[in-house]
């Protein structure tokens, strides 16, 4: 049996099946683990428990029900110091948690009911079930029942009647107590789960008495909510239940002041749960070991690197090496403890048999699993922590610790799962023989570069070969010395010398181009590197039937650690018969290609810097200067009072007499009217000079503004409604409720959050609250075209938590903020984690928020 859960999920998490699959160090990587990894009895496992579930903040962990955990904010970001207003945080995760522990007891009782009927008939002559069968399938239900029955009886006088003086930690002492019937329960949980479903299959009475319908009538509100669930369904929420009550122990001590009778004894039922869930590990959790890798015999080599292969229908990642006459795809070759690592060899092309020709309509790529790209977004986010913790570690001069060790160990792994998942442009390869080979890069940067690197190659006089295998043998153990990329491109390889990259904002000019022969319909796309992959951040119009393009076309690029930049100039091709559909739809033709370092040092001043990138005889110039991302958290008020950029919210809805500003409507009208098919709206920048003759029209109130926003690129319209709420004097979520939102999205338990969030937002001043819910139903309407547009949820929480949350000048100085990473690895994820919540959750009104009580509805 596998660990469980804290986060409550019946399943492992991706974490530790990465954890349990790659075995990466220093030295190489163990690429097909995967494929040879099963539970020893092939059975569905319970989840790992995750012993110190807020101690370490984890942004892309789930809850119960699926729902994005929260980080802890900052240390000094807790309201320690406010008694009154910890307390006040404090009630709102025990009501919360009362809720939720209502609803838990109504489906224990729900479970409770078959199980009499049950009883009674397994001593007459036609029994549904034997007695030894109902007793293990609701083995301890009963106990832990009147556990929990006696708990909320207790507890619910206390949340009714509220005040500092209240004390609650004697409960929760005693219910962690009473953990050993949990022990008895999870020792026979996988037993009853099968006997259950055993009984299922045979009886189909039993079938039916076993689908319970779960209804409860909340005592704070008038809801009756029934759920049809399954007993097996049911027999899960003990599981779940023991891991809840710790995440809520953690939100209560962050709440309760250390002088308050209250804080000792919580402290006593957490180390009691901690004890509990780890004792569990102990038991079942495997001790996992690293592989090591020797070096091996010199050999020369043209180009060689990692890989991500498509085989057998799932991802692997390869070491692919490109000699002078074949082209070899290796993994690393699994050995005995204690013997040398070496080379695998997969597979082998001469290069004279090596080609790249267009697929047949009857050719069908393979299908590819892609994921979706929250959770791509999700491990960038938990790699930014464990960031962020590592400088944290060094400063408090720890540097040598072991936990930097260990949090160095986590990060390359999660690095190494985000390069494994991340590719999705297909780099295809075929033989003479009609075998072919798909890789997935991320980038047409590096399609290209593999492809030109091949085929300078195959210009030489090449003469097929085949190896014998003693021959391919020596050939594959030379790869050690011979390789010139040693390990996998993550981060955590790099010395701490390096420079850690650039966050904030690239502000980028593409000027012209030079160096056509002939005249095309030319563009650009730039690229900016992200955890060790680049991706696409702009793209300047097509200029069309020319040799020498003149765009002078500027974009604003977000960096998330960025030490690169790069322009690729294509040719666009309006010929659909010349598509080749190895290119995953990019069936424009690549003209030139190339790079620039992004030097702290010279990008990091006021003043534009002009550079020329040479590429295959072209050569495009361009300007770029970088604001870091502690200078844009500046919000600096309009000095005008006319204008509406700058100006506050309330001032320009009195003016204009409308519950939401007249720009945000207008933009997002026409975002909805022709925008919401376009791939990477809100994401790709639009042209900097459109975005500022719309902002002069907006401030003006000129007459002309729905012509222009009827002509203007709709990139720019969405860039200027961005632009809109950046400008704010402070932010739309304001500076007052900035650290309550930090605190409420860093609780752990749902129904706690719930209370808290709903409260803030009604705390929002009216024209806030408007325009934002207003916002919150487009951006939805934006993400359920993802399949078209390519924007999720999280990626548009992305692209405004930052700009809704960013908090003004005043905030930043108070000092809980000094480096840029450590804002970008704490403020900025907790301020997607905001937006995102209220994304992911059912539609908000206004009325009905202005109208209800603390209390809201949560299941659990």
Avoid at 638 to 646: C, E, I, M
């Amino acid at each position: 049996m596998e660990p469980l859960s804290t986060r409550g999920l019946p399943r492992l998490s991706w974490i530790d099946t990465l954890y349990s699959n790659f075995n990466y160090n220093t030295d190489g990587y163990d690429g097909d683990a995967a494929e040879d990894h099963k539970s020893q009895d092939g059975s569905e496992t319970m989840p790992f428990i995750d012993e110190s579930p807020t101690i370490s903040p984890s942004l892309c962990a789930c809850g119960p029900d699926g729902d994005a955990i929260s980080p802890v904010p900052p240390e000094d970001l807790l309201p320690g110091g406010d008694i009154e207003k910890g307390l006040e945080m404090k009630k709102l995760v025990l009501s919360g948690f009362l809720a939720s522990e209502e609803i838990y007891i109504n489906q224990l009782e729900a479970l409770l009911l078959p199980m009499r009927p049950l009883k009674a008939t397994a001593t007459t002559s036609q029994p549904v079930l034997t007695i030894q069968q109902v007793e293990t399938i609701f083995y301890k239900i009963q106990d832990i029942f009147e556990i929990h029955k006696e708990f909320y009886d207790a507890l619910f006088p206390h949340i009714q009647q509220w005040d500092e003086k209240v004390a609650v930690g004697h409960l929760f002492q005693k219910l962690a107590s009473q953990l050993g019937v949990y022990k008895a329960f999870v020792d026979n949980y996988k037993t009853a789960v099968e006997t259950a479903e055993k009984c299922s299959q045979a009886n189909t009475q039993f079938q039916k008495i076993s689908e319970v319908d779960v209804g409860h009538t909340r005592k704070h509100t008038k809801h009756t909510h029934t759920m049809h669930i399954s007993c097996e369904a049911l027999l899960y929420k003990p599981i779940d239940r023991v891991t809840r009550s710790t995440l809520v122990l953690h939100d209560l001590l962050k709440h309760t002041p250390k002088d308050h009778p209250d804080f000792p004894l919580l402290q006593d039922a957490l180390r009691i749960s901690q004890n509990f869930l780890s004792s569990i590990n102990e038991e079942i959790d495997p001790r996992r070991t690293a592989v090591t890798t020797p070096k091996g015999e010199a050999r020369q080599l043209v180009k060689d690197g990692f890989l991500v292969e498509v085989s057998e229908g799932s991802r692997k990642l390869r070491h692919v090496f490109l000699f002078t006459d074949l082209l070899l795809c290796a993994k690393m070759k699994k050995t005995s403890a204690g013997r040398h690592q070496q080379y695998e060899c997969k597979w082998y092309i001469p290069l004279a048999d090596l080609t790249f020709q267009l697929l047949d309509d009857s050719d069908v790529l393979p299908h590819i699993q892609v994921l979706p790209e929250h959770e791509i977004e999700e491990m960038k986010t938990k790699i930014s922590v464990i960031k962020s913790e590592i400088q944290k570690e060094k400063k408090a001069l720890k540097g040598q610790s072991r936990n930097v060790e260990r949090l160095r160990k986590k990060m390359n792994e999660q690095e190494s799962w985000l390069l494994l998942h991340s590719p999705t442009i297909p780099f295809r390869i075929h033989n003479k023989h009609g075998k072919s080979y798909l890789f997935l890069l991320s980038s047409d940067y590096e399609r290209s570069e593999w492809r030109e690197s091949i085929q300078k190659l195959q210009r030489k006089d090449l003469q097929t070969c085949q190896l014998s295998s003693v021959e391919l043998q020596v050939l594959t153990s030379s790869c050690f010395k011979l390789r010139t990329v040693h390990n996998i491109p993550v981060t955590s390889y790099k010395d701490d010398e390096e420079t850690p990259g650039l966050y904030g904002f690239l502000h980028v000019i593409v000027h012209s181009a030079k160096g056509f022969k002939e005249s095309a319909n030319l563009y650009c796309t730039l690229e900016v590197d992200s955890y060790g992959y680049f991706v696409s951040k702009a793209k300047t119009r097509v200029f069309r039937d020319t040799t020498e393009p003149q765009w002078n076309e500027e974009f604003e690029i977000e960096l998330e650690g960025s030490q690169c930049l790069r322009i690729l100039c294509y040719e666009k091709c309006y010929d659909k018969t010349k598509l080749n559909k190895d290119d995953n739809e990019i069936v424009d033709i690549i003209m030139g290609k190339g790079q620039v370092q992004l030097d702290p040092q010279t990008v990091q001043s006021k003043n534009w810097h002009m550079d020329v990138i040479e590429m295959n005889g072209i050569k495009v110039e361009f300007s770029m200067k970088f604001t870091s991302r502690d200078l844009s958290l500046k919000r600096t008020p309009s000095k005008k009072q006319s204008g509406v950029f700058g100006v506050k919210i309330s001032v320009v809805t009195k003016r204009e007499r409308s519950k939401v500003p007249y720009i945000v409507r207008q933009c997002i009208e026409e975002v909805e009217k022709r925008g919401i098919d376009e791939v990477g709206i809100y994401r790709i920048s639009g042209v900097a000079t459109d975005i500022q003759a719309l902002k002069a029209a907006f401030d003006t109130n000129s007459k002309d503004i729905l012509v222009m926003l009827s002509d203007m690129d709709i990139n720019a319209i969405a860039g200027t409604l961005k632009l809109y709420f950046r400008e704010l004097p402070e932010p739309l979520l304001t500076d007052r409720l900035y650290p309550a939102f930090m605190e409420g999205i860093a609780l752990s338990d749902p129904a706690a959050k719930e209370n808290c969030m709903m409260h803030l937002l009604r705390s929002l001043p009216d024209p806030n609250l408007i325009t934002f819910l207003s916002l919150l139903e487009h951006l939805k309407r934006v993400a359920d075209n993802e399949p078209i547009n390519k924007m999720s949820l999280h990626n548009l929480g992305t692209v405004f938590g930052p700009t809704l949350l960013r908090p003004s000048e005043s905030e930043v100085t108070k000092g809980h903020i000094t480096l840029a990473t450590d804002i970008w690895s704490h403020d900025v994820m907790a301020q997607v984690q905001v937006l995102l919540y209220y994304l992911q959750h059912p539609p908000i009104s206004f009325a009905e928020l202005k109208r209800n009580t603390l209390y809201f509805s949560t299941d659990v």
